[in-house]
Structure formats: structure tokens, C-alpha cells
Nanobody, 127 residues
Framework: QVQLVESGGGSVQDGGSLRLSCVVS????????MAWFRQVPGKEREGVAA???????RYADPVKGRFTISKENGENTLVLQMNSLKLEDTAIYYC?????????????????????WGQGTPVTVSS
């Protein structure tokens, strides 16, 4: 059984930086694609950044040039480095994984296609 646990959320000043981590446990050798999503109460969950099984990456327009998605610790940790944070980045951030073999190379930010989710870590950006 695969589990995802996020950490690193907190409160930062406008323009500051924050590093989110998602530790993957269980059968970590299964082919997968992973992504970061965020959600504000009352709004739909939106994609932030995604990585396919081949390591390629895709970013949502609002975070391009500011956020970087990467893997560490032998690819068992998914990281989201957030720089130049803005007030509108405030949300609960979720780590997600998809183990569908036929989608392993798809860079997708559709929340409905991901099947394993972490519990989320809150990020608050203040002025």
C-alpha cells in the first residue's frame, strides 16, 4: 500500500520562500506520475505542478518561474520549492500520485485522474 505524507507548510511573508515535501512510502518502485495540487475553501482543487514517470515536468501558469517540482532521497520524496510567494498562493497543498500504467507519461493537472492523495499541508502568505 502506497502512502503520501506532506510536510513543510507554514506561514511566510509575501515574497518569501517555502519548501514542501511529500514522502512516499510502501511500494515505491511502482511506475507512477505525481503532482502537487492546492485548494482554497469554497473553490475547486487546482493543479500546481506535475511530473511524469520519465521525470518530465509541467507547471500551471500562475506558478511558472516561481515554483519548482523535483524528487529527492532516491526519488522517494517529492519536493515543491516555492519562491517569490504571493498572497494568492495561500491554500492547502496536496501531494497526489497516479499508478495507471497508460497514463505514466502524461503530464496532467486534472485532479480527477489521480488516485492516491496525502492529507495536505497548509500554506499561508501574508503581507
Amino acid at each position: 500500500q502506497v502512502q503520501l505524507v506532506e510536510s513543510g507548510g507554514g506561514s511566510v511573508q509575501d515574497g518569501g520562500s517555502l519548501r514542501l515535501s511529500c514522502v512516499v512510502s510502501g511500494n515505491t518502485r511502482r511506475a507512477r506520475r505525481m503532482a502537487w495540487f492546492r485548494q482554497v475553501p469554497g473553490k475547486e482543487r487546482e493543479g500546481v505542478a506535475a511530473t511524469a514517470s520519465d521525470g518530465s515536468a509541467r507547471y500551471a501558469d500562475p506558478v511558472k518561474g516561481r515554483f519548482t517540482i523535483s524528487k529527492e532521497n532516491g526519488e522517494n520524496t517529492l519536493v515543491l520549492q516555492m519562491n517569490s510567494l504571493k498572497l494568492e498562493d495561500t491554500a492547502i497543498y496536496y501531494c497526489a500520485a497516479d499508478f495507471d500504467y497508460w497514463r505514466r507519461y502524461v503530464l496532467g493537472l486534472d485532479a480527477g485522474t489521480y488516485t492516491v492523495w496525502g492529507q495536505g499541508t497548509p500554506v499561508t502568505v501574508s503581507s
